[in-house]
């Protein structure tokens, strides 16, 4: 195997490593938002249970919630097409 | 090459060779297809208010579904009646995003606008400016940063560092945010149903029943990404009347 390894263009363990940065850079920045966005509309959904007469302006809050929380992770989405190998 | 699928690299795209023009000011289907979102919105209203009838129809219906809309989910619920002077530029805004992402969508077009960072930044810079003057007009241009930086209710401690960071929120935090959320998700949109796309192709080439499945799924993802065009176009407006909101009543 170390054999093969070695054989192997340098630049093309370069693209590689570039791929696999790309997916963890991602795949880290969705964490967070993902369970925050899971947040705001439970809660949001609860809200809007309890209280229907209040759904519009709760609906309203829920958007920007999520828009704020949202962010996090659509800059590592783009931080992960910077990355260049 | 992921499992014998060969999918295009992210620059074939979005970009789009120059079809006439020099080097700064060159117009590709980009520029094209964003001076039509122009005509077409202003064709829109036009049309819309040109021979206005007590019961409308056709286009008049369109136009003013789309003006209730934004007067009664985005202003009056973020502002509120007084918002009503700001009523024009935010309907403008929203009319325009939606169409500028909508061509994301139209057979052989297929290029949302927004998927190049150049418009939502541009849109970004111009709300920063809006909101800003706002709160200087309404504030005070000492009284506008202060009423942002200070917060009352926070220990003396830490009140240094919260001043900074509202200061990088309102001159940088916010515009990058609004800019890198549109484009992104636009972006993020257009790769999904480009690879759906590629997929189904590889597929119905092998064999044709194969590719039922993932054509199932672009037709569905197609309608999820029409929402995510009024989604964004929507939560673009309504930060955008937030933060105007926040320029005309500071926090007590």
New interface residues.
């Given amino acids: 195997m170390l054999h093969t390894l070695a054989q192997q263009d340098p630049g093309e363990l370069e693209a590689g490593l570039t791929a696999v940065g790309r997916g963890i850079v991602y795949g880290g920045a969705a964490i967070g938002p993902g369970i925050g966005i899971g947040l705001v509309v439970g809660n949001a959904i609860t809200a809007m249970a309890r209280q229907p007469e209040a759904a519009?302006?709760v609906r309203?809050t829920m958007?920007?919630g999520?828009?704020?929380t949202?962010?996090l992770a659509?800059?590592g989405?783009?931080l992960s097409?910077i990355i260049s190998g | 090459m992921i499992l014998g699928l060969e999918f295009p690299p992210v620059s074939h795209v979005v970009e789009w060779p120059t079809l006439f023009g020099g080097d700064v000011f060159g117009v590709n289907k980009v520029v094209l297809l964003m001076w039509l979102s122009v005509a077409i919105v202003i064709g829109l209203f036009y049309a819309g208010t040109r021979r206005p009838k007590l019961v409308p129809t056709g286009v008049q219906n369109v136009a003013e579904s789309t003006v209730e809309f934004v007067d009664e989910q985005i202003v009056l619920q973020t502002i509120g009646p007084e918002g009503r002077g700001y009523m024009p530029f935010l309907l403008t805004l929203f009319t325009f995003i939606f169409i500028c992402n909508v061509w994301e969508l139209i057979p052989l077009v297929q290029m949302p606008v927004n998927a190049r960072i150049a418009l939502p930044m541009f849109m970004a810079i111009v709300v920063w400016f809006v909101y800003i003057i706002v709160g200087i007009k309404n504030q005070g241009p000492i009284g506008y940063f202060k009423n942002t930086m200070i917060i009352p209710g926070v220990p003396k401690a830490i009140l240094p560092l919260v001043a900074v960071i509202e200061l990088a929120t309102i001159l940088i935090t916010r515009p990058l945010s609004l800019a890198v959320r549109l484009f992104a998700n636009m972006l993020a949109g257009h790769l999904l149903l480009v690879s759906f796309a590629v997929i189904t192709q590889a597929l119905f080439v092998s064999t044709i029943l194969g590719g039922a499945l993932p054509l199932a799924l672009l037709v569905f993802l197609m309608a999820f990404e029409l929402l995510v065009a009024f989604l964004q176009a929507y939560i673009f407006t309504i930060l955008a009347a937030v933060y105007i909101d926040s320029s005309l009543h500071p926090a007590h």
Avoid: P, S
Wanted: proline share 0%.
């Fill in positions: 519009g302006m309203t958007f920007l999520i828009a704020f949202e962010a659509l800059f989405f783009v097409f």
